[in-house]
Protein backbone atom coordinates (compact mmCIF):
# COMPACT_ATOMS: atom_id res chain seq x y z
CA UNK A 1 0.00 0.00 0.00
CA UNK A 2 0.87 3.24 -0.75
CA UNK A 3 2.25 5.09 2.29
CA UNK A 4 3.06 8.93 3.04
CA UNK A 5 5.37 10.16 5.57
CA UNK A 6 5.69 14.52 5.83
CA UNK A 7 8.43 16.01 7.72
CA UNK A 8 10.60 19.14 8.53
CA UNK A 9 7.20 20.89 9.88
CA UNK A 10 8.76 23.21 12.95
CA UNK A 11 8.47 27.11 14.72
CA UNK A 12 9.82 29.42 12.19
CA UNK A 13 9.73 33.11 12.64
CA UNK A 14 7.97 35.67 9.94
CA UNK A 15 9.89 35.64 6.96
CA UNK A 16 11.65 32.27 7.62
CA UNK A 17 11.59 29.81 5.32
CA UNK A 18 10.86 25.83 5.91
CA UNK A 19 11.70 22.45 3.70
CA UNK A 20 9.07 20.01 4.15
CA UNK A 21 9.55 16.60 2.68
CA UNK A 22 6.94 13.82 1.93
CA UNK A 23 8.97 10.11 1.63
CA UNK A 24 6.48 7.85 -0.15
CA UNK A 25 6.69 3.86 -0.55
CA UNK A 26 4.45 1.79 -2.24
CA UNK A 27 3.85 3.55 -5.02
CA UNK A 28 2.68 1.07 -7.57
CA UNK A 29 3.00 2.91 -11.30
CA UNK A 30 6.07 4.33 -12.40
CA UNK A 31 3.38 7.95 -13.50
CA UNK A 32 2.09 9.55 -10.36
CA UNK A 33 2.09 12.97 -8.78
CA UNK A 34 1.96 13.95 -5.09
CA UNK A 35 0.08 17.31 -4.29
CA UNK A 36 0.62 19.63 -0.54
CA UNK A 37 -2.45 20.58 0.90
CA UNK A 38 -3.14 22.87 4.24
CA UNK A 39 -5.19 23.00 6.97
CA UNK A 40 -5.58 25.89 9.58
CA UNK A 41 -8.11 25.89 12.79
CA UNK A 42 -11.22 26.69 11.64
CA UNK A 43 -10.44 26.49 8.01
CA UNK A 44 -11.17 24.35 4.98
CA UNK A 45 -8.38 21.98 3.68
CA UNK A 46 -6.68 24.13 1.00
CA UNK A 47 -4.29 22.85 -2.01
CA UNK A 48 -1.12 24.11 -2.62
CA UNK A 49 1.03 22.26 -5.15
CA UNK A 50 1.31 19.60 -7.66
CA UNK A 51 3.92 17.65 -9.11
CA UNK A 52 3.72 15.21 -11.67
CA UNK A 53 6.56 12.43 -11.83
CA UNK A 54 6.78 11.89 -15.82
CA UNK A 55 7.77 14.96 -16.21
CA UNK A 56 7.86 17.46 -13.18
CA UNK A 57 5.39 19.58 -14.39
CA UNK A 58 3.86 22.03 -11.61
CA UNK A 59 0.85 23.49 -10.80
CA UNK A 60 0.33 26.00 -7.92
CA UNK A 61 -2.48 27.82 -6.06
CA UNK A 62 -2.49 31.44 -6.25
CA UNK A 63 -2.16 32.06 -2.65
CA UNK A 64 1.24 30.64 -2.78
CA UNK A 65 2.80 30.88 -5.96
CA UNK A 66 6.14 32.51 -5.82
CA UNK A 67 7.02 31.57 -2.65
CA UNK A 68 6.32 27.90 -2.31
CA UNK A 69 8.18 25.69 -4.46
CA UNK A 70 7.61 22.04 -4.95
CA UNK A 71 10.13 19.59 -6.33
CA UNK A 72 10.32 15.77 -6.37
CA UNK A 73 13.32 13.17 -6.48
CA UNK A 74 12.25 10.11 -8.62
CA UNK A 75 15.03 7.87 -7.22
CA UNK A 76 14.61 8.67 -3.46
CA UNK A 77 10.39 9.26 -3.75
CA UNK A 78 10.27 12.05 -1.76
CA UNK A 79 8.77 15.14 -3.08
CA UNK A 80 9.57 18.73 -1.32
CA UNK A 81 7.80 21.71 -0.44
CA UNK A 82 10.27 24.73 -0.20
CA UNK A 83 8.89 27.68 1.26
CA UNK A 84 9.91 30.80 1.74
CA UNK A 85 8.86 33.93 2.99
CA UNK A 86 6.70 32.48 5.31
CA UNK A 87 3.91 34.34 7.23
CA UNK A 88 1.52 33.98 10.31
CA UNK A 89 -1.25 32.70 8.44
CA UNK A 90 0.85 30.09 6.99
CA UNK A 91 0.45 28.31 9.68
CA UNK A 92 -1.54 25.11 9.65
CA UNK A 93 -0.86 21.56 9.60
CA UNK A 94 0.75 20.52 6.00
CA UNK A 95 0.15 16.87 4.48
CA UNK A 96 0.88 15.49 1.44
CA UNK A 97 -0.96 13.25 -0.82
CA UNK A 98 -1.02 10.97 -4.03
CA UNK A 99 -2.83 10.45 -6.99
CA UNK A 100 -2.20 7.40 -8.96
CA UNK A 101 -2.64 8.99 -12.40
CA UNK A 102 -1.07 12.43 -13.48
CA UNK A 103 -3.11 15.34 -11.93
CA UNK A 104 -2.90 19.19 -11.12
CA UNK A 105 -3.54 21.27 -7.96
CA UNK A 106 -7.70 20.91 -9.09
CA UNK A 107 -7.73 17.18 -9.34
CA UNK A 108 -10.18 15.77 -6.52
CA UNK A 109 -8.50 12.23 -6.83
CA UNK A 110 -5.80 12.10 -4.44
CA UNK A 111 -6.42 9.36 -2.17
CA UNK A 112 -3.34 8.79 -0.40
CA UNK A 113 -2.80 10.55 2.64
CA UNK A 114 0.43 11.36 5.06
CA UNK A 115 -0.62 12.24 8.82
CA UNK A 116 0.82 16.10 8.39
CA UNK A 117 3.76 17.56 9.76
CA UNK A 118 2.64 21.04 12.12
CA UNK A 119 3.82 24.30 10.57
CA UNK A 120 3.91 27.17 13.00
CA UNK A 121 4.77 30.97 11.87
CA UNK A 122 4.91 33.30 14.67
CA UNK A 123 4.89 37.16 14.19
Known amino acids: EVQLVESGGGLVQAGGSLRLSCAAS????????IAWFRQAPGKEREGLSC????????SYADSVKGRFTTSNDNALKTVYLEMNDLKPEDTAVYYC????????????????WGQGTQVTVSS
Open 97 to 112: ANSPVLADISWPGFDS
Open 26 to 33: GLPFNDYA
Open 51 to 58: INSNNGNT
